[in-house]
C-alpha cells in the first residue's frame, strides 16, 4: 500500500534524530498528562460533574484524545496543508497518478503525537480500573468504534481546514475551534454543556455521536434503544464523505498560487 511506503520514509527520516524524536514524543506526553492532571484535580475537589463520575469522565477523556493523537499522526499533513499551497508543492502532486488526499495525507506524519497516544491509553486502562466495567464482546466493539468514529470525525475537520486554503491560500484560523476546541469539548460527557452547543456538536460535527452517545451505552446508562447508542460512532466514520467531497471541489477550483 502507497501510504505504508509514505509512513516508512517518514519514519526513517525522524528515526535519524532519536533523541530528538524521543524527546517531542516525551514532552507530548507530560503536556496531556497536565491536562488530565487538571480533570483529577477538579474531581478530587468537588467529587463530581454534572452527575458524572470520575472514571466516566476519564473514559471520555481517554478516548477523544486518542482519536485527536491517532488523527494528529497519520492526517497532519492536511494541519500544514496551506505551506504546500504557497510554495507550490500542491502544483507536484496534482502531476503524480495518484489520489490527492493519499498523498497529502502521507506528506506529514508526526511521530512525536505517540506521546499523546501513550497518555491517552494509560488514562483508558485507569478509566476502566475505576468504572468495574463487565467488559464483553459488544462492549469491546463500541470502544472501538469511538476510536475509529473520533479519529474520522478529527480528520474530516483537517481535510476541511486544509479545502479552505485552496479559496484563501491561509488556513483560517478559527477552524482550531474544530480541531483543538473540539478535542477539549468532547473529553467531557456533552450533558454538562448548553442545549445549542450539545445540538451542533451532535447533528453538526458529529463528536456527541462518536464519544457522549456510545459512552451511555458503556455505562449502563442507555435504557432504551442501546444498539442504537453502541453504533453512533459510525456517523464519525460517514461523516469524512462529505469532507472528501468538498476536498475534491476544492481542487477542482484549484488554479495555483504562481509558484
Known amino acids: ?36 492532571a ?25 478516548v477523544t484524545l486518542s482519536a485527536f493523537a491517532i488523527t494528529d499522526c497519520v ?7 496551506s505551506g504546500s499551497v504557497k510554495s507550490g508543492d500542491f502544483d507536484r502532486i496534482l502531476l503524480r497518478p495518484r489520489g490527492t488526499v493519499l498523498q497529502v495525507m ?18 483508558l486502562v485507569l478509566a476502566v480500573r475505576w468504572l468495574g466495567l463487565a467488559w464483553d464482546f459488544p462492549k469491546a466493539l463500541t470502544l472501538l ?5 473520533g479519529a474520522c470525525t478529527f480528520t474530516g475537520i483537517y481535510i476541511l481546514g486544509a479545502a479552505v486554503c485552496f479559496f ?14 473540539g478535542r477539549e469539548l468532547a473529553s467531557y460527557p456533552l450533558t454538562i454543556f448548553n442545549r445549542w452547543l450539545r445540538r451542533f456538536f451532535t447533528f453538526i460535527v458529529p463528536f456527541g455521536c462518536m464519544n457522549y452517545l456510545p459512552l451511555l451505552y458503556l455505562t449502563g446508562r442507555a435504557e432504551q434503544h442501546a444498539a442504537l447508542y453502541m453504533l453512533t460512532p459510525l456517523l464519525g466514520v460517514a461523516f469524512l464523505f462529505p469532507c472528501v467531497l468538498v ?13
Open 75 to 81: 492526517a497532519r499533513g492536511f494541519d500544514v496543508f
Open 38 to 62: 487538571g480533570v483529577y484535580l477538579l474531581f478530587d475537589r468537588f467529587g463530581s460533574l454534572g452527575g458524572w463520575s470520575l472514571g466516566e469522565v476519564s473514559l471520555c477523556f481517554a
Open 106 to 123: 502521507g506528506s506529514h506524519f508526526e511521530l512525536s503525537r505517540l506521546g499523546r497516544l501513550l497518555e491517552a491509553l494509560l488514562v
Open 247 to 259: 476536498w475534491r471541489m476544492g481542487v477542482k477550483r484549484y488554479l495555483s498560487t504562481g509558484n
Open 168 to 181: 484563501t491560500v491561509e488556513g483560517l484560523e478559527f477552524l482550531n475551534i474544530f480541531t483543538h476546541g
Open 1 to 36: 500500500m502507497l501510504y505504508l511506503k509514505y509512513l516508512k520514509m517518514n519514519l526513517r527520516s525522524f528515526l535519524q534524530y532519536r533523541l530528538n524524536t524521543f524527546l517531542a514524543v516525551l514532552a507530548q506526553f507530560l503536556s496531556s498528562a497536565v491536562a488530565f
Open 145 to 149: 468504534l469511538m476510536l475509529l468514529g
